[in-house]
Each structure stands twice: as structure tokens, then as C-alpha cells.
T-cell receptor, first 114, second 114 residues
Framework: GESVGLHLPTLSVQEGDNSIINCAYS??????FIWYKQESGKGPQFIID?????DKRQGQRVTVLLNKTVKHLSLQIAATQPGDSAVYFCAERNYGGATNKLIFGTGTLLAVQP | DGGITQSPKYLFRKEGQNVTLSCEQN?????MYWYRQDPGQGLRLIYY???????QKGDIAEGYSVSREKKESFPLTVTSAQKNPTAFYLCASSIGHQSSYEQYFGPGTRLTVT
């Protein structure tokens, strides 16, 4: 399939290293954040989410950190594997909205070198 | 299996023709969404529907139309008025209330118009 990451910021890591993908969000009123992984030619897959009343949440090999002071979100992947190679998107939901719309960032391409 | 299906995976049309992309979900979700994705960019919202027989324009609705006659189905028509229709189209659904804002994505349809 065609790549969707031709002009995206790229993070290149060695297999086994830890990866940190960063995301700046726009609205201080956002109350929910989510990370998705998208492999080439496929739909995005849920990785982990976090609500604004938390600053850290852990999953299997992944951790999301939320810094509301500077409106910054990060995704940490431990012991990165070749299968982690993909584009990673963060998204936010604006509090007070009557909908469940998410606003997506432009994405970061993670390239894992064997 | 529960999920979202989009068909076809690849679609080719001549300029000036309308084309309808299919999206079906069996997750019993109230809300459904259509996004457009271009190379090197994030997801841009075309239309969304929070409930049957209701839908709203997203950020880039011009040249597109939708219907939501059934809970399970949210077809998107790309009309001849859409100036740059070639793109990867993603459909998503969500529960539709504050218990969860996660959106579940289909596999996408790649539309090429020549």
C-alpha cells in the first residue's frame, strides 16, 4: 500500500531501545486524549488513552504522559520492536463540546532499525 | 466478529462521476464519522453523525454528502464538485457518550479519480 508518512516528522530508533513520541495539543480545555497507530494502507488502531484528570497511564509496553501546564502529550514505547514501525497520531477531544469529535495531529513516523 | 467494514478497498473513477463509499458497523455504536487522509497529513473530518437520521458537516464537507438511514450504515458520496477527490477515506464509529470517546476505524478505501 502507499505510505501515508512521506512528509511526516520521523523518529528512527534501534530495535530494543525505548521510543518517545511527542505531541503538542492546542486547546487547554481538552479533556480526553488518545494515541493511535497506523500501519501503511490500514486504518488507525487504538493504543492508549488518558483523561485530563490524570497525568500518566500505562498499558502493555506503552505509557502516556500528559503535561497540562505546557499542553504536551507523549507516548513512550518500551523495548521497541520492528512491528512497532508505523505512523503514530495523537488526538484530543474538546471539553464542552456536544459531540465526541476528536482533533487529530499530523502524526509521527516511527522507523525501527533491526 | 464485531467491527467496521469499508468497501471496496480500492476504487477507481473517472473525473465528473459521483462515487459512493460504503461503511458498515456491527458494534451498536450511535456515532459514526468520515475522515479524509492525504499523504503526509493527519485525518480531516468530512462529516459525522451522532444518531440515526442526523448528521453534521465536519471541517471539509464541501463536495461530499452522507446519509444515516440506519444505525449500522453511514455511506459517503464523493460528488463531482469535490475538486481533489483522490485520497484515502476512513470511516469510524464510537459509542457516542462520555463513557468512552474512543473511535474505532475501518480499514479504509483508497479512491483514485483520473
Amino acid at each position: 500500500g502507499e505510505s501515508v508518512g512521506l512528509h511526516l516528522p520521523t523518529l528512527s530508533v534501534q530495535e530494543g531501545d525505548n521510543s518517545i513520541i511527542n505531541c503538542a495539543y492546542s486547546n487547554s480545555a481538552s479533556d480526553y486524549f488518545i494515541w493511535y497507530k497506523q500501519e501503511s494502507g490500514k486504518g488507525p488502531q487504538f493504543i492508549i488513552d488518558i483523561r485530563s484528570n490524570m497525568d500518566k497511564r500505562q498499558g502493555q509496553r506503552v505509557t502516556v504522559l500528559l503535561n497540562k501546564t505546557v499542553k504536551h502529550l507523549s507516548l513512550q514505547i518500551a523495548a521497541t520492536q520492528p512491528g512497532d514501525s508505523a505512523v503514530y497520531f495523537c488526538a484530543e477531544r474538546n471539553y464542552g463540546g456536544a459531540t465526541n469529535k476528536l482533533i487529530f495531529g499530523t502524526g509521527t513516523l516511527l522507523a525501527v532499525q533491526p | 466478529d464485531g467491527g467496521i467494514t469499508q468497501s471496496p478497498k480500492y476504487l477507481f473513477r473517472k473525473e465528473g462521476q459521483n462515487v459512493t463509499l460504503s461503511c458498515e458497523q456491527n458494534l451498536n455504536h450511535d456515532a459514526m464519522y468520515w475522515y479524509r487522509q492525504d499523504p503526509g497529513q493527519g485525518l480531516r473530518l468530512i462529516y459525522y453523525s451522532q444518531i440515526v437520521n442526523d448528521f453534521q458537516k465536519g471541517d471539509i464537507a464541501e463536495g461530499y454528502s452522507v446519509s444515516r438511514e440506519k444505525k449500522e450504515s453511514f455511506p459517503l458520496t464523493v460528488t463531482s464538485a469535490q475538486k481533489n477527490p483522490t485520497a484515502f477515506y476512513l470511516c469510524a464509529s464510537s459509542i457516542g457518550h462520555q463513557s468512552s470517546y474512543e473511535q474505532y476505524f475501518g480499514p479504509g478505501t483508497r479512491l483514485t479519480v483520473t
